[in-house]
Nanobody, 123 residues
């Protein structure tokens, strides 16, 4: 069965950096896509970024400025999300998700979800 396990969350001071990892297993061969989503307290879940397993094409919800960097290590079954210049509003539970298809920033098209990893940004 498909399993997704997020890790790397924790407490970070504003301005710091953090790399989250999504370990995948049980997936069928390419093509599939992996997305990172987050849910802040009392807010709806929103997309952060997604990536294609086939060619590594990456897409971001917001204008890309290096705040989020998504990458993959297919040999290890990992998809990472690097967060730079952490801000208070980055505090959220971060989830990875998988769909069999092209990258998409709509959460409703993803069939498999991990349990999430908590990121807390505080001084």
């Amino acid at each position: 069965q498909v399993q997704l396990v997020e890790s790397g969350g924790g407490w970070v001071q504003p301005g710091g950096s953090l790399t989250l990892s999504c370990a995948t297993s049980g997936l069928q061969p390419d093509p599939y896509s992996v997305g990172w989503f987050r849910r802040a307290p009392e807010k709806a879940r929103e997309a952060v970024a997604c990536i294609s397993s086939a060619d590594g094409s990456a897409y971001y919800k917001d204008l890309w400025d290096g705040h989020f960097i998504i990458s993959r290590d297919s040999a290890k079954g990992l998809v990472n999300l690097q967060i730079n210049g952490l801000k208070l509003e980055d505090t959220a539970t971060y989830y990875c998700a998988v769909r069999y298809g092209s990258p998409n920033l709509r959460e409703d098209v993803y069939a498999y979800w991990g349990q999430g990893t908590q990121v807390t940004v505080s001084s």
